[in-house]
């Protein structure tokens, strides 16, 4: 099997993707719930190609409740490849 580029780079855009417009919309309690949702339609999906993907979301919230940035914790491991990605994605 060949390094899996492909896979990780659509994981991590569309991750940064789902972070950045859910953070720009949202407060921080649907914005948790939301990302949470994303995060297991994503597990699902990859474990049916027979991999583990994980994502985690922390994100920082301003005085008034909006998202001001998160950081996004990426693994993906599809037997032969382990892949660890930190990110922070910024709303502004």
Same mark, same amino acid.
Request: charged residues 15%; aromatic residues 10%.
């Given at each position: 099997?060949?390094?899996?580029?492909?896979?990780?780079?659509?994981?991590?855009?569309?991750?940064?993707?789902?972070?950045?417009?859910l953070g720009m919309?949202?407060?921080?309690?649907?914005? *948790? +719930?939301? %990302? $949470?949702? #994303?995060?297991? &339609?994503?597990?699902?999906? !990859?474990? =049916?190609?027979?991999?583990?993907?994980?994502?985690?979301?922390?994100?920082?919230?301003?005085?008034n409740g909006t998202?001001? *940035? +998160?950081? %996004? $914790?990426? #693994?993906?491991? &599809?037997?032969?490849?382990? !892949?660890? =990605?930190?990110?922070?994605?910024?709303?502004?």
């Amino acid at each position: 099997m060949s390094f899996p580029k492909n896979d990780l780079r659509d994981i991590s855009s569309s991750t940064t993707d789902e972070v950045y417009v859910l953070g720009m919309t949202q407060n921080s309690t649907v914005f *948790n +719930a939301s %990302v $949470l949702q #994303y995060a297991t &339609d994503l597990q699902s999906l !990859y474990m =049916e190609k027979g991999c583990l993907v994980n994502v985690n979301v922390m994100p920082i919230v301003g005085n008034n409740g909006t998202i001001k *940035n +998160a950081t %996004v $914790l990426i #693994y993906y491991n &599809d037997g032969e490849t382990s !892949y660890d =990605e930190n990110t922070t994605v910024y709303m502004i």
